[in-house]
C-alpha cells in the first residue's frame, strides 16, 4: 500500500528557514517520479518543486533560488529545504509521487500525502 506522510511543517519568521519532509511506504522513491505542491485557503493547488528519477528538478519561479528539493533513497524520503520564506509561502505542502509519468509541477500525480501545514509571519 503506497502511503505518503509529510511532515516538518509549522510557523517561521519571514526570511526564516523550514525543512519539510515526506517518507514513502510501500515503494521506493528511487524510481518514481516525486513533487511538492502547495495550496493556500481561497487558492488552487499549484506545483513548488518536482524531482524524477534521474534526479532532475524543477522549480516554480516564485521559489526559485530559495527552495530545495531532494530525496534520499537510503530513507526512501523526499525533502524540501526552504529558505528566505516569505508570508506568500504561508499554505499546506503536499507530497504527491507517481510511478509511471513525470508530471513536473501539473497536479495530475497518483499518490498523495495529507499535508503539513507552513505558517509565515511577517
Known amino acids: 500500500q503506497v502511503q505518503l506522510v509529510e511532515s516538518g511543517g509549522g510557523s517561521a519568521q519571514s526570511g526564516g528557514s523550514l525543512r519539510l519532509s515526506c517518507e514513502a511506504s510501500?515503494?521506493?522513491?528511487?524510481?518514481?517520479?516525486m513533487g511538492w505542491f502547495r495550496q493556500a485557503p481561497g487558492k488552487e493547488r499549484e506545483g513548488v518543486a518536482a524531482?524524477?528519477?534521474?534526479?532532475?528538478?524543477s522549480y516554480a519561479d516564485f521559489v526559485k533560488g530559495r527552495f530545495t528539493i531532494s530525496q534520499d533513497n537510503s530513507k526512501n524520503k523526499l525533502y524540501l529545504q526552504m529558505n528566505s520564506l516569505k508570508p506568500e509561502d504561508t499554505a499546506m505542502y503536499y507530497c504527491?509521487?507517481?510511478?509511471?509519468?513525470?508530471?513536473?509541477?501539473?497536479?495530475?500525480?497518483?499518490?498523495w500525502g495529507q499535508g503539513t501545514q507552513v505558517t509565515v509571519s511577517s
Open positions: 524531482i524524477d528519477g534521474e534526479g532532475s528538478a
Open positions: 504527491a509521487a507517481d510511478p509511471l509519468r513525470q508530471w513536473w509541477l501539473l497536479p495530475e500525480y497518483v499518490y
Open positions: 510501500g515503494f521506493n522513491v528511487r524510481g518514481y517520479h
